[in-house]
C-alpha cells in the first residue's frame, strides 16, 4: 500500500557523485526494510544496498561498497543513497523496494513495492 518515487537521477562523469531519494507515501516507510536494486540494460534486476527499517544495519554490493551509501530518514519517509566516485559500469536504472517487517533482503523477490525507476548515466 505503500507507493515509492525515485528521484535524483542524471548523467555524470566519471569520479562524480549522486544522490538519489526515494519518497514514500501511503504508509510508513519505518515499518519497511528497504534496498536500492540496478537494471544494467538486458540484464536482470541486482541489488546495490539494503538497510533494516531502523536504519541500524545496512549491506552493500561488491561492486559499489566503499562507494555508496545508503541512509534513511523515517521522520520524512524518505529513503537516499549516496553515490560517490561514479564509474561508467554503475549505469544503470536504478530502483527503490520496500519489504514488509524488519529485516532487510537482497532478494528482489522479497520486495514487495517499487519505485518507477531513474537514469544514472556515467561518462569518461
Known amino acids: 500500500q505503500v507507493q515509492l518515487v525515485e528521484s535524483g537521477g542524471g548523467s555524470v562523469q566519471a569520479g562524480g557523485s549522486l544522490r538519489l531519494s526515494c519518497a514514500a507515501s501511503g504508509g510508513t516507510m519505518s515499518s519497511y526494510a528497504m534496498a536500492w536494486f540496478r537494471q544494467f540494460s538486458g540484464e536482470a534486476r541486482t541489488f546495490v544496498a539494503i538497510i533494516n527499517a531502523s536504519g541500524t544495519t545496512t549491506y552493500y554490493s561488491d561492486s559499489v561498497r566503499d562507494r555508496f551509501t545508503i541512509t534513511r530518514d523515517n521522520s520524512k519517509n524518505i529513503l537516499y543513497l549516496q553515490m560517490n566516485n561514479l564509474q561508467p559500469e554503475d549505469t544503470a536504472v536504478y530502483y527503490c523496494?520496500?519489504?514488509?517487517?524488519?529485516?532487510?533482503?537482497?532478494?528482489?523477490?522479497?520486495?514487495?513495492?517499487w519505485g518507477q525507476g531513474t537514469q544514472v548515466t556515467v561518462s569518461t
Open positions: 523496494a520496500a519489504k514488509t517487517g524488519a529485516f532487510a533482503s537482497v532478494a528482489a523477490s522479497s520486495h514487495d513495492f
